[in-house]
């Protein structure tokens, strides 16, 4: 189901019954795959230059095997893009019931990866259609452990998932191994801080929107710097944490998420204030191992489950630009 953006508040992201309600049966079901290791967090060789890649400036629809599915992702190979120069790459997970056609229309990136010079990834969830072969085609989303949907009931290995995505986005453009980055919006967004607790190695920094820190074991093997976005008002992923997620797990609140890999990048300064305008209010903690491993709150207070500077979806505010802060944070901590 392809929707217009202002309809996305209907169907997107909203944990419905008919979503979540399967029965522990069904968490048995076909599809079912072993969560990601953190054994398979293993940093890429570097890379000075690429050679025989084809790939040209353009948006593309590819798809890889993995865990008896075919996993579909969209990318877009930005203006000026030269295929012998390794070149960054920003992925962003859309959140439940969306897809990825969604998220690009949500966030932009494809228009500022244009004009900044990385390639955006869009990659797509499953649903319950095509894990347990009935349900619901709209409840496609990402196993971020507290949330959501089938994914997260079925414990798929979408951590796997970005592994082959990231190997198959190799054979087809020049990738920058240092910098590839990761956010995502409420699922997406959980599982964005999933990706920093197990792949450390690969992903360099995270930036979530209205999703938390939902693991029970995060041990990242190395600092991880974060930029969390919230809605102080959110009334689907709450700001201050809850149980609210229809067949999903506790989860904390952002202020906490950002508290944690503060705790795990060794931030022992003061938090500052970093950002201000209207209702938005961005704050790092400081004195971070290295400095740059910051963990970052921006909190946009009275704003609803929304990506900030998209005011066409559930009011996001106009005071911050969520897509844009995300890729000067990112630009400024490739992986060490």
């Not at 998932?161 to 699922?187: Q, Y």
């Amino acid at each position: 189901m392809r929707l217009h953006l202002p309809a996305l508040a209907a169907s997107s992201l909203l944990l419905t019954a008919a979503a979540c309600g399967s029965t522990s049966d069904d968490a048995q079901g076909p599809g079912s795959e072993l969560p990601g290791a953190s054994s398979g967090d293993v940093a890429p060789a570097d890379r000075t230059a690429c050679s025989g890649l084809t790939a040209a400036p353009g948006t593309y629809d590819w798809t890889v095997e993995h865990g008896g599915h075919t996993r579909a992702f969209r990318v877009h190979v930005p203006t000026g893009y030269d295929a012998t120069k390794p070149t960054p790459v920003v992925l962003s997970f859309h959140g439940f019931g969306s897809n990825e056609e969604e998220q690009e229309q949500l966030t932009g990136f494809s228009t500022l990866a244009d004009a900044e010079g990385f390639i955006a990834v869009y990659p797509r969830g499953l649903n319950f259609l095509e894990i347990y072969g009935r349900g619901d085609a709209d409840t496609r989303g990402w196993n971020g452990e507290a949330c959501c949907g089938p994914a997260q009931l079925a414990d798929v290995d979408d951590v796997g998932f970005v592994d082959a995505l990231l190997a198959e986005l190799d054979t087809r453009v020049c990738t920058d191994p240092r910098r590839v980055f990761a956010n995502g919006f409420s699922n997406g967004g959980f599982f964005s801080y999933r990706l920093a607790c197990e792949r450390a190695q690969r992903i360099a920094a995270i930036a979530p929107v209205s999703g938390m820190e939902g693991l029970t074991d995060c041990h990242p093997s190395r600092p991880v710097p974060v930029l969390h976005f919230h809605g102080s008002a959110d009334p689907t992923i709450l700001y201050d944490g809850g149980d609210n997620v229809a067949g999903g797990k506790r989860y904390p609140s952002a202020p906490e998420s950002v508290r944690r890999f503060a705790e795990l990048n060794g931030c022992t300064g003061p938090q500052q204030q970093t950002y201000q305008q209207g209702d938005s209010t961005c704050v790092a903690y400081t004195g971070c191992q290295p400095e740059s491993a910051t963990a970052s709150l921006c909190t946009i207070t009275g704003g609803k489950h929304a990506w900030p500077g998209q005011p066409l979806y559930n009011e996001g505010t106009t005071d911050l630009d969520a897509t844009l802060q995300m890729w000067r944070f990112f630009q400024a901590r490739p992986r060490p």
